[in-house]
T-cell receptor
Framework: AQTVTQSQPEMSVQEAETVTLSCTYD???????LFWYKQPPSRQMILVIR????KQQNATENRFSVNFQKAAKSFSLKISDSQLGDAAMYFC??????WGSGNTGKLIFGQGTTLQVKP | EAQVTQNPRYLITVTGKKLTVTCSQN?????MSWYRQDPGLGLRQIYY???????DKGDVPEGYKVSRKEKRNFPLILESPSPNQTSLYFC?????????????FGEGSWLTVV
């Protein structure tokens, strides 16, 4: 079974600085998707960025980028020029590309990392 | 606007009193699922549905039921709620269950069972 681990329960960053959130995962599959979701105090789940495992190029969305290391099964999120509005809980998630053998289309989430942004 | 709508957003109920959390999506998605979020555990799948009349258990199905009689609706039913079902619940939908297409989440439903 696949697992996702976020080893940093809390992180803090100074406004305008850069921060990296860590995520590791375990899988025997070769085809899958990885996601970072942001959950602000409103508790809404907001997709930040998505990475296809077959793509070597790291995904980028404005100030958000990932460092995807497939062999190491690592998927970190870098937030550049941090803003007060980035303060939230961030979840790393995995989704298999295959159906069956325990794959139910679910997202497998890490425990979450709470990011504090200091002015 | 593409959206997943859940109701109620907040509910306090008593042990054993049946309740239903509704979920509706307007994107004609085949795949829908329910998650619960608990501190330190992330989100875990409760039930999912591949299509109308096709539902199956996720990782934490005990104490829950679902139905999928129409494509757009996927209600979560707690027949006899217990305090350990106090949680934040999310309904989610996507075009299918295997691609990286955007997965849309509802705004969440806070449920407290006393």
């Amino acid at each position: 079974a696949q697992t996702v681990t976020q080893s940093q329960p809390e992180m803090s960053v100074q406004e305008a600085e850069t921060v990296t959130l860590s995520c590791t995962y375990d899988t025997s599959e070769s085809d899958y998707y990885l996601f970072w979701y942001k959950q602000p105090p409103s508790r809404q789940m907001i997709l930040v960025i998505r990475q296809e495992a077959y793509k070597q190029q790291n995904a980028t969305e404005n100030r958000f980028s990932v460092n995807f290391q497939k062999a190491a099964k690592s998927f970190s999120l870098k937030i550049s020029d941090s803003q007060l509005g980035d303060a939230a809980m961030y979840f790393c998630a995995y989704r298999s590309e295959k159906w069956g053998s325990g794959n139910t289309g679910k997202l497998i989430f890490g425990q979450g990392t709470t990011l504090q942004v200091k002015p | 606007e593409a959206q997943v709508t859940q109701n109620p957003r907040y509910l306090i109920t008593v042990t054993g009193k049946k309740l239903t959390v509704t979920c509706s999506q307007n994107m004609n998605h085949e795949y829908m699922s329910w998650y619960r979020q608990d501190p330190g555990l992330g989100l875990r799948q409760i039930y999912y549905s591949m299509n109308v009349e096709v539902t199956d258990k996720g990782d934490v199905p005990e104490g829950y039921k679902v139905s999928r009689k129409e494509k757009r609706n996927f209600p979560l039913i707690l027949e006899s709620p217990s305090p350990n079902q106090t949680s934040l619940y999310f309904c989610a939908s996507s075009r299918d269950g295997v691609s990286g297409n955007t997965i849309y989440f509802g705004e969440g439903s806070w449920l407290t069972v006393v």
